[in-house]
């Protein structure tokens, strides 16, 4: 990534970063950019969007916090009767709208490019459902919220309708992240390094976690452990400590 700030407070002319050295610096970064493709510039300052297989996953966040935020401002506005903060509400209605058509334009390309097997597709038709129902749903809102008033009765429905549509959006991203996370779609396969153990075995004390074990154990962990081993085994310098001979008492005789 390119570094676009790098210089010092306190920088003066002796050190060389001071603002004329920040300036030349910027200027440089900046013809870096004008010389160099589009793709290349974004690939640098964003480098996940240059590994993602579709737009899904970066615009399908937009539409959760929208749709989440606006349901939980209008619900305090209502109760406040703050007339500000329902406004806002307003805007993040729209907002999620919007960016929930472009999540479902997106997801639809998605499920055409993407490999996937009988399963997943069986997840992904369900996921499409949910998707389509929460575009629906939105969009009902703000049309009902740009002509009818939310007042009252009509209000507490609106209000209603709009829990039910957080409903649907939290059952629209469990199973898109059950088919990342469960069924690895779209995901590129990590080669990990080979399986090694360490263990502990000493005794678990007040206020210290119980032994555990774990399936694996890095190169460094082995070289660490041979470590140890040299520095606990004798050396050929070291010289045996003497002992002193152990006393003998001869028995004791007992007359009576």
Not at 20 to 31: G, R, W
Not at 138 to 156: D, P
Not at 222 to 246: G, I, K, N, R, W
Request: proline content about 5%; overall charge negative.
């Amino acid at each position: 990534m390119i570094e676009l700030f790098h210089f010092s407070i306190h920088g003066g002319g002796d050190h060389g970063d001071g603002v004329a050295s920040l300036v030349a610096h910027f200027l440089v970064v900046i013809e870096q950019v004008a010389n160099q493709p589009l793709s290349a510039t974004l690939a640098s300052l964003m480098p996940g969007i240059g590994t993602l297989a579709n737009l899904h996953p970066l615009i399908v966040h937009y539409p959760i916090a929208f749709l989440s935020l606006f349901w939980l401002l209008d619900s305090i506005a209502r109760l406040t009767g703050h007339a500000t903060l329902r406004s806002v509400a307003s805007s993040l209605l729209y907002l999620g709208t919007v960016s929930a058509g472009l999540a479902v334009w997106a997801g639809l390309n998605a499920a055409e490019t993407i490999a996937h097997d009988g399963t997943v597709h069986d997840i992904m038709e369900q996921h499409k459902q949910l998707a389509f129902a929460v575009l629906s749903v939105a969009g009902v809102l703000t049309l009902w919220r740009l002509a009818l008033t939310s007042r009252g009765i009509v209000g507490a429905l609106h209000n209603l309708t709009a829990l039910a549509l957080l409903i649907l959006v939290a059952l629209t991203a469990d199973l898109g992240g059950f088919m990342v996370y469960q069924h690895g779609v779209a995901v590129a396969k990590v080669k990990w390094p080979a399986q090694h153990a360490h263990s502990h075995d000493n005794e678990p004390t007040p206020g210290r976690v119980a032994p555990h074990s774990h399936g694996h154990q890095t190169a460094h962990d082995h070289d660490l452990d041979h470590a140890l081993q040299d520095l606990d085994a004798p050396t050929t310098d070291t010289m045996p400590m003497e002992t002193e001979p152990a006393h003998e008492h001869p028995p004791h005789e007992h007359t009576h």
